[in-house]
């Protein structure tokens, strides 16, 4: 069961900055994306346009599985360390090996901060 005080005060957010939510809803592994433009009932559910098929859908808070919640913009960064100055080239070169040959590469995910 999801938190829906959470879920609620972010489809909230989501109206207000005019941004997507992500869930799974019913029995569905895959995951949902929705620009919301309510609430229905006594807040039993929200509304808005599914992004995948461009239709105006509602869903029922109790019947959602997973919530993603609004979608924040996530900055990568990959750190190379090298004893010489590389040129940009080089640098291309190595990453296409990692990516060729599966090796591990070490990087951090960090939210954007506003």
Do not use: C
């Not at 090298?82 to 070490?106: A, C, G, M, Q």
């Amino acid at each position: 069961m999801i938190d829906i005080s959470q879920a609620t005060l972010d489809v909230i957010e989501a109206i207000k900055q005019r941004k997507p939510i992500q869930f799974t809803y019913g029995s569905s592994e895959h995951i949902r994306e929705l620009e919301p433009t309510g609430f229905f009932g006594d807040f039993e559910g929200f509304e808005g346009n599914d992004t995948l098929i461009d239709e105006h859908r509602k869903f029922y808070f109790n019947k959602v599985t997973e919530w993603h919640g609004v979608q924040q913009p996530y900055e990568i960064t990959i750190t190379i360390k090298s004893f010489t100055h590389p040129t940009e080239e080089e640098i291309r070169e190595y990453l296409e090996d990692i990516l060729e040959d599966i090796r591990p590469l070490v990087y951090t995910i960090n939210p954007i901060e506003k």
